[in-house]
């Protein structure tokens, strides 16, 4: 937002305190501010509807009323806009009245500095954009519901199980967010003892909570992601990075599930692995899936290990989890990453879920390039396991390629891009440009950082589709750079190194794509 006149309205019934805050914003160096004060409700909830505002500050005393009573009253009217509440104190109560009613921040005004402001402001901005983003991907997923509703009239049945599950994902899951964070917050507060005493017991229970405030989370990003992998548009942001280092990212969630199991989880990491090319966030959600899957059929004092290993023949590593539970009958092996499937035996979790996490954990494997399996024997137990390509680009190439072909109707294109900015730009920056070009690109597509100021993308399209894709990224910089708080991105330049149709393995574009391709690192997921 640098440089742009913003509006910043405050809805505040003392003139002194509006003064006061204006003042702080005044010392925000990137913030060029219209400021707008109402000390009337009723006016400034008429004039809202017809003004622009950047962000709206709202005191939580205004006479007769609150800023939770006013908080309803713009939200009910669907207002996305960022709030940030003023409150005269630090009341926990009031904070999560006014979470509930619909606050992206509150700050209380005696702690207020200009400091405190920007990130109270940085937050909401990054909160509205985020609720705007689900209120555009509802829509764009309405459409397509209605589309599929209307071609597979043919198969009632599919069509009715595709409608009920997806307006259970849409109406539901998103809702499910907040409240599950706030109990989770709660919990933890009451936990640590920072809203008093606790006993031993009290604390087992409130571990209890925690642990299934967890299991809820877990299904309902796998019910998110089934929504985003229907409408093809859950994100990837593939990087290098190593297994160990995912693993330590999940460690922590991983064994208090085992615990609470009372199951012992062993974690066995061969040394020295060679990097992978991949999605971190996918894979560690891989990683928890099937171990909690596996936690949920060991009885207690029974072991799961998590193990990874290289396969260099494939140019990738394998991972696993084993264990030694139930095992699965042969007739439901095949069955098993079936969406909604639930196989019988002994489930020891009083969380059973949808029988969503192992088609989850297939689809997350399969857009990072690898393959999911499993070997099981009744009475001994089971073993998942999964494959990773190593950053080998000469190899992860041609796995690509061996991917478009099966999912793709022939013939197949392929175009390689490239995507610069001027050289000296901040590190943080090219950073956001990184995450900015894997965001807009289609799960399918590649992003490669080749050069400190420089990207190149595989795009499986022809010219006509090349186009678009570049049009469509430039019109995506445009929009991130008008909600940007900070400073914009640079401009990027792009354009075409070749259009191939792709019949085997295209030696030409193979060869191409190696002389472009010499990864220094790849966007933070």
């Known amino acids: 937002m640098a440089g742009e006149q913003c509006i910043v309205v405050i809805i505040d019934d003392d003139p002194g305190d509006a003064e006061l805050l204006r003042r702080q914003l005044d010392e925000i160096p990137t913030l060029n501010m219209d400021f707008v004060h109402y000390k009337d409700t009723s006016e400034a909830l008429l004039e809202l509807t017809q003004r622009d505002a950047y962000v709206i500050f709202l005191d939580y005393q205004l006479g007769k009323v609150t800023g939770s009573d006013v908080l309803g009253w713009?939200?009910?009217?669907?207002?996305?806009?960022?709030?940030?509440?003023?409150?005269?104190?630090?009341?926990?109560?009031?904070?999560?009245?006014?979470?509930?009613?619909?606050?992206?921040?509150?700050?209380?005004?005696?702690?207020?500095?200009?400091?405190?402001?920007?990130?109270?402001?940085?937050?909401?901005?990054?909160?509205?954009?985020?609720?705007?983003?689900?209120?555009?991907?509802?829509?764009?997923?309405?459409?397509?519901?209605?589309?599929?509703?209307?071609?597979?009239?043919?198969?009632?049945?599919?069509?009715?199980?595709?409608?009920?599950?997806?307006?259970?994902?849409?109406?539901?899951?998103?809702?499910?967010?907040?409240?599950?964070?706030?109990?989770?917050?709660?919990?933890?507060?009451?936990?640590?003892?920072?809203?008093?005493?606790v006993t031993?017991?009290?604390?087992?229970?409130?571990?209890?909570?925690?642990?299934?405030?967890?299991?809820?989370?877990?299904?309902?990003?796998?019910?998110?992601?089934?929504?985003?992998?229907?409408?093809?548009?859950?994100?990837?942001?593939?990087?290098?990075?190593?297994?160990?280092?995912?693993?330590?990212?999940?460690?922590?969630t991983l064994m208090q599930k085992a615990s609470a199991s009372k199951i012992s989880l062993d974690i066995a990491v061969d040394d020295d692995l060679p990097a992978v090319f991949c999605d971190p966030e996918k894979i560690g959600r891989v990683m928890i899936n099937l171990v909690v899957n596996s936690l949920k059929f060991s009885r207690e004092s029974e072991r799961v290990e998590l193990w990874a290993r290289q396969n260099p023949a494939e140019s990738q590593i394998i991972i696993g989890v084993s264990d030694n539970g139930p095992g699965i009958a042969p007739e439901n092996v095949r069955s098993i990453f079936e969406r909604f499937k639930q196989v019988g035996g002994d489930v020891r979790s009083s969380t059973k879920g949808f029988g969503l996490g192992l088609n989850i954990a297939k689809e997350l494997v399969h857009i990072n390039f690898g393959d999911i399996k499993v070997e099981s024997e009744v009475g001994k137990g089971s073993t998942f396991s999964?494959?990773?390509?190593?950053?080998?680009?000469?190899?992860?190439?041609?796995?690509?390629?061996?991917?478009?072909?099966?999912?793709?109707?022939?013939?197949?294109?392929?175009?390689?891009?490239?995507?610069?900015?001027?050289?000296?730009?901040?590190?943080?920056?090219?950073?956001?440009?990184?995450?900015?070009?894997?965001?807009e690109v289609r799960p399918n597509d590649l992003v490669f950082h080749v050069k400190p100021n420089a990207w190149l993308l595989v795009v499986a399209s022809n010219d006509q589709d090349t186009e678009v894709v570049i049009n469509r990224i430039q019109r995506a910089l445009t929009e991130t750079n008008r909600n940007r708080f900070d400073d914009g991105l640079p401009p990027i330049a792009m354009s075409t190194k070749g259009v191939w149709r792709i019949e085997g393995q295209n030696t030409e574009f193979v060869q191409r794509f190696k002389e472009e391709c010499h990864i220094v690192e790849i966007c933070n997921a």
């Open 74 to 197: 713009i939200r009910g009217s669907g207002d996305l806009r960022p709030i940030i509440v003023l409150t005269g104190q630090g009341d926990e109560s009031i904070a999560a009245e006014l979470m509930r009613s619909g606050a992206d921040d509150y700050l209380v005004k005696d702690d207020i500095t200009p400091t405190g402001l920007r990130r109270a402001i940085a937050n909401a901005r990054a909160q509205f954009l985020r609720r705007r983003g689900e209120e555009h991907r509802r829509t764009l997923l309405d459409e397509l519901e209605a589309t599929k509703v209307s071609l597979e009239k043919k198969n009632r049945r599919l069509s009715e199980l595709y409608k009920t599950a997806h307006e259970f994902v849409d109406n539901v899951s998103h809702e499910f967010r907040t409240p599950l964070t706030v109990i989770k917050e709660f919990a933890s507060i009451v936990r640590d003892g920072l809203a008093g005493d």
């Open 386 to 439: 999964f494959t990773v390509p190593t950053a080998d680009p000469s190899a992860f190439i041609l796995r690509y390629l061996d991917r478009i072909k099966q999912f793709q109707n022939s013939p197949v294109f392929a175009s390689l891009l490239t995507a610069r900015v001027d050289e000296g730009q901040p590190s943080f920056l090219i950073e956001d440009v990184g995450q900015f070009l894997q965001h």
């Open 200 to 252: 031993d017991e009290q604390r087992e229970y409130l571990d209890i909570v925690n642990n299934r405030v967890d299991d809820l989370s877990i299904m309902v990003d796998d019910m998110l992601d089934i929504s985003k992998l229907e409408a093809g548009i859950l994100g990837v942001c593939r990087r290098l990075c190593r297994v160990d280092e995912i693993v330590e990212r999940v460690r922590t």
